[in-house]
């Protein structure tokens, strides 16, 4: 299955490549790709720059991020044993929105480039502070302390959000309201190592962590006596999340729905193990979120939609069949 997944989804970025507000021969494409990354010599024209300048770049981080929120959608869930959880839930994406929309309607691109990626960080990192900060007061890691301090957190930064919004600058209200549905649009060379470092770090944590994440299935008091601090894997586990969530959303805005419908198509695939289950999540985060954005440029073009009303729309749909199954495996 993960062969399978992976040809669909380098099938899925040569389309991201190819279409778009102008369609693009595939060889064409090829062509620029290698001349980009210096492979070939020649002579670069506005077409090759089109490929490997902006669609290119696009693409990547759009298969990077899906992975990323994939894999931080089953974190959180395994450790908060709560099938609905996903990076919303905890007030990852709420901070980083704050963070985002304070630079946009109050002080501007004062860093240049930086200033927006840097300020969605910080939010996002000050809020999962917040979480952990509230959790730590209560003296306890059980996963229902863990949601409502998030759920608090998320309504706190939401309302700063809708104040800044009303008091702001109401020409500036486009550019929030494009950044809060989450959008690929800031896809730059120069920020991709940034992402790739937040999947790294997720990735490679969770992976070595797999085992431990196993034994959380089977309960706090079952994976405590076969040895795992189970307190502190679920500290470290949420923090890994929120820095990983805090770097996608610097870059992309807020995409919902990524994180909640990847783990349940993946467990479908690949059972509830980790070992298996995390690099399938990341396959299908990929896909998901390169077909998506794809289809955000297709739909109304040349306008180009909000990738996050795509998302929405698929992952309701989703909701609605997962809430139809449970019902019917119920009678």
Known sequence: MLCAGSVILIALLLLSIIYGATPIPISDAVQAVLLGTGLTSGDTSPMHRIVFDLRLPRALFAAVIGAGLGIVGVVLQTTTRNDLADPFLFGLSSGAAAGA????????????????PLAAFCGGMIASGIVLGLVSGLRTSAPEKLILAGLAVSFLFAAITNYLIFAGDSRAAHSVIFWMLGGLGLSRWESFPLVCTGLTIIAGYTLYSSRRLDALLTGDLTAATLGVPVRRLRFTMFLAAALATA??????????FVGLMVPHIARGIAGPLHGCLLPTAAIVGAALLTGSDLLSRLLLEPQELPVGIVTTSIGSVFVFALLYRTRRDRR
């Open 101 to 116: 929309v304070f630079v946009i309607t109050v002080t501007g691109d004062v860093l240049g480039f930086w200033t927006l």
């Open 247 to 256: 770097v996608f959303v610097s870059v992309a805005g807020v995409i919902g």
